[in-house]
């Protein structure tokens, strides 16, 4: 079994920062594209970001130049910074992971999610 553990949402002021974290654990043989996802109010879920297990980045055209993907591969973590955020930031914030199980059976791991919050 499969998990994506998310923590580092919050409250925060509009221009403030978070970083979001995530973490896979398991039965896992190997990570390959991790990524983060947000769901905001009324709206469909949207890419945010993502990141090859090799490091090559994507960002959505609305966070490039303020959101931040790493990945720490010997942990099977994904982080997101997030600076100068906005109230339209506003979403639960979703980890995904492509991977491959110790099984052998390779498929789309989903987090919980994580309420990010953007308000004065």
């Known amino acids: 079994q499969v998990q994506l553990v998310e923590s580092g949402g919050g409250l925060v002021q509009p221009g403030g920062s978070l970083r979001l974290s995530c973490a896979a654990s398991?039965?896992?043989?190997?990570?390959?594209?991790m990524g983060w996802y947000r769901q905001g109010p009324g709206k469909q879920r949207e890419l945010v970001a993502r990141?090859?297990?090799?490091?090559?980045?994507a960002y959505a055209d609305s966070v490039k130049g303020r959101f931040s993907i790493s990945r720490d591969n010997a942990k099977n973590t994904v982080y997101l910074q997030m600076n100068s955020l906005k109230p339209e930031d506003t979403a639960v914030y979703f980890c995904?992971?492509?991977?491959?199980?110790?099984?052998?059976?390779?498929?789309?791991?989903w987090g919980q999610g994580t309420q990010v919050t953007v308000s004065s």
């Open positions: 990141v090859s297990s090799g490091g090559r980045t």
């Open positions: 398991g039965s896992i043989s190997e990570v390959y594209r």
């Open positions: 995904n992971a492509d991977l491959r199980t110790i099984a052998a059976f390779r498929y789309d791991a």
